[in-house]
């Protein structure tokens, strides 16, 4: 009953709810050839589109495939669509994966389709779906490892599959347990801001997303357990400051539009005192940081809305604009 009135409240409030875009400078735009004033204009009416409740659909299988295969036509190339960093990022992959369709999916064989604790790199391809590519790679830390991803694909400098067209990308509480002489607005700032933008440069029609680190229930109640002093929702709030902060003026996109219904999540794990835990995700109540499959299954239809409001041979979504396309 609670995850119905969860979901309830969830459709009736995305009225409010948008996706966090960074303006672009003009000095960026004069020097783009592909991001201009009226496409920018264009990208801000997108998003805000998804305020209006009837803009916003639930994909079933047969539309994501529909929506695939017109964004192939558009794109002219395999599409890829990347998750990077750590388990946040690995649960929305998940649960963005389970709704396309199981037809030719290929997974490594040592690789279980629906484990959800797993720290490695995974990717789903289906050679039927214009070999689609869905990737996750762990990179839970701003580090080496996730600016050397950046840096192999600015080596590419063709668009195709090689590099991801549409990239996730959300690395936040596993540096708040870090105790090293760098701090986290050095990390974006110094050394991931630059890699980024030098990607959009040289992929001026791709895009990049970092997911903001949604709050823990202490929002409600106080965390128990080793880590309750070093991860809570005022230092989620500090981080998520430095990320909007840093971001600000770029084409880098924050995207926070679940934390409305994260935080209807945690109210109703609030009124079942926490206790809840469905084997399959669903209510992880005893979870401090992790929201259940209900939420994560929201976001998977709103990063859909995105792609698909994209494609605008899809007939379906026709009267949405396509920022990427002149």
Same mark, same amino acid.
């Given at each position: 009953?609670q995850?119905?009135v969860l979901k309830?409240i969830?459709w009736?409030?995305i #009225?409010?709810?948008? %996706?966090?875009i960074?303006?672009?400078?003009?000095?960026?735009? !004069?020097?783009?050839d592909t991001?201009n004033?009226?496409?920018?204009?264009l990208?801000?009416?997108?998003?805000?589109?998804y305020?209006?409740f009837k803009?916003?659909?639930q994909?079933?299988?047969e539309?994501v495939?529909?929506?695939l295969d017109s964004?192939?036509t558009?794109?002219?190339h395999? &599409?890829?669509?990347?998750f990077?960093g750590?388990?946040l990022?690995?649960?929305q992959?998940?649960s963005?994966?389970?709704?396309?369709p =199981?037809?030719?999916?290929?997974?490594p064989?040592?690789?279980?389709?629906?484990?959800?604790?797993?720290h490695e790199?995974?990717n789903i391809?289906?050679?039927?779906?214009n070999?689609? $590519?869905?990737?996750?790679?762990?990179?839970?830390?701003?580090?080496?490892?996730?600016?050397?991803?950046?840096r192999?694909?600015?080596?590419?400098? %063709?668009d195709?599959?090689?590099?991801?067209?549409?990239i996730?990308?959300?690395?936040?509480?596993?540096?708040?347990?870090q105790?090293?002489?760098?701090?986290f607005?050095?990390?974006?700032g110094s050394d991931l801001?630059? %890699?980024l !933008?030098?990607?959009?440069?040289?992929h001026?029609r791709?895009?990049?997303?970092w997911?903001?680190q949604?709050p823990?229930?202490?929002? $409600?109640?106080p965390?128990?357990?080793?880590?309750?002093?070093? #991860? @809570?929702?005022k230092?989620? @709030?500090?981080?998520?400051?430095?990320i909007?902060?840093?971001?600000?003026?770029?084409?880098?996109?924050?995207w926070?539009?679940?934390?409305p219904?994260i935080?209807?999540y945690?109210r109703s794990c609030f009124?079942?005192?926490?206790?809840?835990?469905d084997?399959n995700?669903?209510?992880?109540?005893d979870?401090?940081?992790?929201?259940g499959?209900?939420?994560?299954?929201?976001?998977?239809?709103?990063i859909? =809305?995105? &792609?698909?409001n @994209?494609?605008?041979?899809?007939?379906?979504?026709?009267?949405?604009?396509?920022?990427?396309?002149p």
């Amino acid at each position: 009953m609670q995850i119905v009135v969860l979901k309830y409240i969830f459709w009736c409030s995305i #009225i409010f709810v948008n %996706v966090t875009i960074i303006s672009t400078t003009k000095s960026t735009l !004069q020097n783009d050839d592909t991001m201009n004033s009226s496409t920018l204009q264009l990208m801000e009416e997108s998003f805000k589109g998804y305020s209006v409740f009837k803009k916003i659909r639930q994909y079933e299988m047969e539309d994501v495939v529909l929506c695939l295969d017109s964004l192939f036509t558009v794109k002219k190339h395999s &599409i890829h669509i990347a998750f990077l960093g750590d388990s946040l990022i690995r649960n929305q992959f998940l649960s963005f994966t389970s709704l396309i369709p =199981n037809y030719d999916r290929n997974l490594p064989f040592h690789l279980k389709e629906y484990e959800s604790h797993f720290h490695e790199n995974r990717n789903i391809n289906s050679p039927l779906l214009n070999d689609l $590519l869905v990737s996750f790679r762990w990179r839970a830390l701003v580090n080496d490892e996730l600016l050397t991803d950046f840096r192999m694909w600015n080596m590419h400098t %063709v668009d195709d599959n090689g590099t991801p067209d549409f990239i996730f990308l959300g690395s936040t509480a596993h540096n708040m347990l870090q105790n090293r002489k760098k701090t986290f607005m050095e990390k974006i700032g110094s050394d991931l801001l630059p %890699v980024l !933008q030098k990607f959009l440069r040289i992929h001026p029609r791709k895009q990049i997303f970092w997911v903001i680190q949604s709050p823990t229930t202490d929002l $409600l109640r106080p965390i128990s357990g080793p880590n309750n002093h070093i #991860i @809570h929702n005022k230092k989620i @709030h500090q981080y998520n400051s430095i990320i909007r902060k840093i971001f600000k003026g770029t084409r880098i996109a924050v995207w926070d539009s679940l934390l409305p219904a994260i935080e209807e999540y945690i109210r109703s794990c609030f009124l079942g005192q926490f206790y809840q835990y469905d084997v399959n995700g669903y209510k992880l109540c005893d979870d401090f940081i992790h929201p259940g499959h209900q939420v994560l299954s929201m976001g998977s239809h709103l990063i859909l =809305n995105f &792609i698909c409001n @994209h494609n605008n041979q899809y007939k379906e979504l026709e009267d949405f604009p396509d920022p990427f396309l002149p």
